[in-house]
């Protein structure tokens, strides 16, 4: 088995209600994942649960559970949440597993025989919601810290430290010498910028368990339990080693890995591919998580992928205020479809975002009612009014232009730019859709004299329907496989390499046409 394609998610704070910014991050990655399938690849993709830390704790506590009481619960709702956004994760991570805790404790305990980590008080303020150290530095002008920190209080106490700086200059020609390693540009010159205008401080690796309990307890001093981004970030090496990834067992458990050898010599999954991250987290995935894994002794994932934030309305969603967005409730309301296809086509993978239900109604019917539906509504209507639903001999209609749009698409999903590749499949949509106004296989059915010329204009529109089956497959999946159902063919379109024009045959018959999307009236009405 050669060396899967392995893409991550962040890990979601348990304790948070799943909204819009958690969908949009799990929909790019599971397009992402699909777009990677369909090109032939052996593809894993994970995501999962943050669940260590005093926030959950404390959230547990006033609950009246215990935090493992309280994670199961929302573990439920987390996963359901995933299902809900038709996601194709291979597994689904959360840090409480015995399995992470095991590589962990592995990684501390090397770490900890390399003297890697040394002690030393802290002294300073901490952010439980941010599960942060703040300074003085990090005041606003006022004198507060911003409301994003929630109550910070000030601390005293002895804890386990790792030291950065010493990799500071290896880090920095790093990101120089792989300019993708940090996507997009903008975000990699953030990171630069950091990392060569200040001496990174030390990193607290250690929490005192007479303060918080719910953690991974340092293997070698129980009196304290992970810090919870170190727990966090190692998630992605959990899987790798849970299942065997000889290179990555071989850096932490050389035992194991002797052992392991006879067994199972080739499965690979470590180094990620992409880490797709939101721009909150970066320091986290580009600078920490890169000297951990070069102290671990492990190579770096390929690439950090860090998207925008999306905001509602023009502004921040929050619960407080209200203007958050229940992902479930739309798609209950819209389809999942409906709800995929508007996160990735109205924001970039980079930029910030902002949700209108104005324009989420727009588009669902511009692009999505009256756009793909009314194409493969009419086009297979047109074939089963005039040819009983029989596909006539090929065509080449629009053949030239397809292929030729295909390419492009295809070179768009190969560099992620996902937003771009839908913007190419709408001018697909567009375009076959002005064929058959120009061509108007209505008039051409009324003329005996014109048959073999409706029978070529047929081919060409029912063919560019099953293209775009294939090419919407990674983005709405379930409309794509209805469209094939509608076409009589043994779906799913997840082959790329059913993208070539021809793929019809003459005489198939093709199935019954359905409405894609029913036509709604604005949202909330
Ligand atoms: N648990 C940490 C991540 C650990 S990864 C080793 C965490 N969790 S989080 O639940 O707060 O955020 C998870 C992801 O959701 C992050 O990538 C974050 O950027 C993303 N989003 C949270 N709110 C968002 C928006 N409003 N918009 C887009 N994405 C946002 O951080």
Redesign the pocket.
């Known amino acids: 088995m050669s060396k899967r394609f392995y893409i991550t998610?962040?890990?979601?704070?348990v304790n948070?209600e799943p909204?819009?910014?958690?969908a949009?991050?799990m929909i790019i990655t599971d397009v992402i994942a699909r777009v990677r399938r369909s090109l032939g690849e052996e593809v894993f993709f994970l995501t999962g649960l943050?669940e260590h830390g005093q926030k959950v704790q404390q959230t547990a506590v006033a609950a009246g559970k215990t935090p493992r009481e309280y994670c199961d619960e929302m573990s439920a709702t987390w996963k359901s949440f995933a299902r809900a956004l038709n996601l194709t994760n291979d597994d689904f991570i959360r840090t409480s597993e015995p399995r992470h805790k095991e590589v962990v404790q592995a990684i501390l305990a090397k770490l900890h025989r390399e003297n890697r980590f040394y002690r030393a008080e802290y002294k300073g303020f901490y952010s439980a919601r941010q599960e942060t150290f703040l300074t003085d530095k990090d005041r606003l002008a006022d004198g507060t810290f911003d409301p994003f920190y929630g109550e910070v209080v000030e601390l005293h106490e002895d804890n386990y430290w790792f030291a950065l700086k010493d990799h500071q200059q290896w880090l920095i020609d790093y990101i120089e010498a792989n300019p993708e390693f940090i996507q997009p540009m903008q975000r990699r010159n953030e990171v630069l910028g950091l990392l060569k205008s200040k001496t990174l401080e030390d990193l607290c690796i250690t929490r005192p368990t007479a303060r918080l309990a719910w953690g991974i307890p340092l293997p070698f001093d129980e009196s304290f339990v992970t810090y919870v981004?170190f727990d966090?970030?190692v998630?992605?090496l959990t899987l790798p080693l849970a299942l065997g990834d000889i290179d990555a067992v071989n850096a932490i458990h050389p035992t194991v890995a002797r052992d392991l050898k006879e067994k199972q010599a080739d499965f690979k999954l470590w180094p990620a591919d992409i880490h797709?991250?939101?721009?909150?987290?970066l320091k986290?995935?580009a600078v920490y998580w890169p000297i951990m894994l070069k102290v671990i002794g492990l190579p770096l994932p390929k690439q950090v992928l860090a998207?925008?934030?999306?905001?509602k309305d023009g502004q921040?969603?929050s619960k407080s205020t209200g203007n958050v967005i229940d992902p479930v409730a739309v798609i209950n309301e819209w389809g999942v479809d409906a709800f995929r296809y508007y996160v990735v086509r109205e924001l970039d993978i980079g930029p910030d975002?902002n949700w209108t239900d104005a324009g989420f109604a727009a588009r669902y019917k511009a692009e999505l009612a009256d756009g793909i539906g009314n194409l493969v509504n009419r086009s297979l209507s047109m074939l089963k009014r005039y040819r009983d639903g029989v596909v006539t001999a090929r065509s080449d209609g629009l053949a030239a232009e397809v292929t030729t749009a295909v390419d492009g698409i295809r070179a768009d999903l190969a560099e992620n730019r996902l937003q771009a590749a839908l913007v190419g499949i709408s001018n697909l949509v567009t375009r076959t859709n002005q064929y058959i106004d120009q061509t108007a296989p209505f008039k051409l059915a009324k003329d005996p004299a014109q048959a073999s010329r409706l029978d070529e204009v047929l081919y060409t529109v029912v063919e560019c329907c099953r293209i775009l089956a294939v090419l919407l497959w990674p983005f709405i999946p379930s409309t794509a496989e209805k469209i094939y159902t509608q076409l009589g063919l043994a779906g799913p379109p997840n082959q790329m390499t059913g993208a070539a024009w021809g793929g019809l045959n003459s005489g198939h018959q093709i199935g019954a046409p359905a409405p894609l999307f029913p036509r709604r009236e604005l949202i909330g009405k």
């Open positions: 998610t962040a890990i979601y704070y948070g909204h819009l910014g958690h949009y991050e943050d981004w966090a970030l998630n992605y797709v991250i939101g721009k909150d987290i986290f995935h998207h925008g934030w999306w905001q921040r969603m975002g």
